[in-house]
């Protein structure tokens, strides 16, 4: 059950005081990315790093890095069992994300990194990992419409929330591609907060050229420009404060190195269906992510005007149809299937095969009939079958994207 609130993790965290500065994430995409491209910096400038994103993508202690590297499951399962005793032996009854997240900063502390890299978990003002008092930099990114049961039903609402990880004097990197209103929101909180400043990426910058004469703009699309701005607003932002001795233009070349699994991530798929086969990979799950995955599969995929073929499974909770909406096409092949239990996370399910299909009807996609079993290995080799050497696409959910990523795992 998810239940948002300050006031258990200040417990399981008395006795622990964050000695780490932090870069703290908040935003309905890309989050992840711009904590990836962060850390990767930080690596490169010898500064010792902590990086805690979610959902974990194949093992649960994978969500948990020190310099750049998987915490080990040892240590991770060491931490884990003292923070759970303390919620049981004071009453504390912390939700699951509470005792990861707690698990996670004991680890930092223990690990003795400088520079923690942080993504909220949901919205921000009460999310867990708003327990960072002290950030050395701030960033939201694009903001969308997501869990909006538990964050607001408007863009506006949900700002509100991601707003919340501002804090007094701290400086706050802000994607300036969101829409006007947002941005007041942002604006608003942050005055009322005391945030040092507002910096809106990348029009309050003169990084551009900067950026783009070190590593290839055009391997990179949009979306990810952006958030590269973000990263590197943030490094900049925080090295003007606290590491003057390190030159940015350095740390640049370590994001073309950067890669976030799960994300326009080709990859081949031969291990588990028997045959030469290449799929892309993208864990889009709500409207916005999901435009810039039909966005990129319309430029990128679709040739000889032969349809793709989408294996998809969604959380319950989502608008399924909006989503799908963004990326399928008349006469595109979809196959459903549902995702394993997620490891840690006992209020995520899956949607239904059969509720996903009903919202697919609507939008004229062909070969309804082609319904994959409840696996992602069966599905898969059925829809490698069925694209018959077309485009064939895996999204909907990052609890998918960590099925697939496991199963070629244990396959190999």
Known sequence: ????????????????????????????????????????????????????????????????????????????????????????????????????TATAFEIFNREKIEIGVVEVGMGGRHDATNVIDNPSVTVITKIGLDHQSFLGRTLEHIAYQKAGIMKNG?????????????????????????????????????????????????????????????????????????????????????????????????????????????????????????????????RKLRKDEHPVTWVVAMSKGKDVYEVLSRFLRPKDIIITVGFSPVDGMPWVSSETVEDILHEARRLNVSDLSQKGPEGIVDALRLATVVAKGGPLVVAGSLYLVSDVLRSIKISE
């Open 1 to 100: 059950m998810i239940e948002l609130g300050l006031a258990r993790i200040i417990r399981l965290l008395k006795g622990t005081p964050i000695q780490w500065r932090a870069i703290h994430v908040a935003g309905t995409n890309g989050k992840g990315s711009v904590c990836a491209y962060v850390s990767a910096m930080l690596h490169a400038g010898k500064i010792k790093c902590g990086r805690f994103t979610s959902p974990h993508l194949i093992d649960r202690w994978d969500c948990i890095t020190i310099d750049e590297k998987p915490v080990h499951e040892d240590l991770f399962r060491e931490v884990e069992g003292v923070v759970k005793a303390r919620d049981y032996n004071e009453g504390i009854k912390a939700s699951e994300f509470e005792l990861l």
């Open 170 to 298: 701290v400086p706050c990197i802000v994607d300036g591609s969101n829409s006007p209103s947002v941005i007041e929101v942002l604006r608003k909180s942050a005055k009322e907060i005391g945030a040092a400043s507002i910096y809106l990426a990348p029009q309050d910058y003169e990084l551009e050229e900067q950026v783009w004469s070190i590593i290839p703009k055009d391997h990179f699309e949009e979306h990810q420009q952006m958030n590269i701005y973000l990263a590197v607003g943030a490094v900049q932002q925080m090295l003007s404060r606290e590491y003057t001795s390190l030159d940015l233009r350095n740390l640049l070349p370590s994001i073309q190195e950067t890669i976030w699994p799960g994300r326009l991530q080709r990859m081949s798929i031969d291990s588990l269906v028997g045959r030469e086969y290449a799929i892309l990979l993208d864990g889009a799950h709500n409207t916005q992510s999901a435009k810039v995955l039909g966005s990129y599969v319309d």
